[in-house]
T-cell receptor, first 116, second 115 residues
């Protein structure tokens, strides 16, 4: 069975602060994919990143960075110099890479509020 | 760009009504999904389909059914709507295979209120 835990239900920061959203997962699969999605107030989930389990290289995209650590089963997401437009619910998800299952398991989401 | 559209953004129905939620994707994806999203519970999978006329139950299929007569369209049906089905419904699609393109793409959601 798979499980994704986003322990932070809601985070509130002031603009320009750095913020890290935690994601911890459990799986018995040896290969898997990890995802982050952003859901702004408009409601549509927007894909942010996909990471393979065999690629532990961290990734940076502008103000966004992701820290994947297989040893601690974590895939944390950091926003540097947060902006009001970053306010959204962020979901972490896990999906097996083999076995024919296309069903990801989502965490419950972290609501990020960035105050001006 | 992948486009997943849902027939309504907001819907208000009465208890006992039959409700149809439509989802259409334009990228020839094999897999389609219906989720409901409730505060504090995240996304929960209702049904999914990996091919035309094929369907599989997700985690919470009770009270719902689905139809996939064409590859691009996946319908969610509430046979007799109840107040506990008031929720945000999200449709998603993804291609087959295990390459870099197998990410799920989501529609804008339908906020259903059952009175």
């Amino acid at each position: 069975a798979q499980k994704v835990t986003q322990a932070q239900t809601e985070i509130s920061v002031v603009e320009k602060e750095d913020v890290t959203l935690d994601c911890v997962y459990e799986t018995r699969d040896t290969t898997y994919y990890l995802f982050w999605y952003k859901q702004p107030p408009s409601g549509e989930l927007v894909f942010l990143i996909r990471r393979n389990s065999f690629d532990e290289q961290n990734e940076i995209s502008g103000r966004y960075s992701w820290n994947f650590q297989k040893s601690t089963s974590s895939f944390n997401f950091t926003i540097t110099a947060s902006q009001v437009v970053d306010s959204a619910v962020y979901f972490c998800a896990l999906r097996p890479a083999s076995g024919g299952s296309y069903i990801p398991t989502f965490g419950r989401g972290t609501s990020l509020i960035v105050h001006p | 760009d992948v486009k997943v559209t849902q027939s309504s953004r907001y819907l208000v129905k009465r208890t006992g009504e039959k409700v149809f939620l439509e989802c259409v994707q334009d990228m020839d994806h094999e897999n389609m999904f219906w989720y409901r999203q409730d505060p504090g519970l995240g996304l929960r999978l209702i049904y999914f389909s990996y091919d035309v006329k094929m369907k599989e139950k997700g985690d919470i299929p009770e009270g719902y059914s689905v139809s996939r007569e064409k590859k691009e369209r996946f319908s969610l049906i509430l046979e007799s709507a109840s107040t506990n089905q008031t929720s945000m419904y999200l449709c998603a699609s993804s291609p087959n295979g295990q390459g870099v393109t197998d990410t799920q793409y989501f529609g804008p959601g339908t906020r259903l209120t059952v009175l």
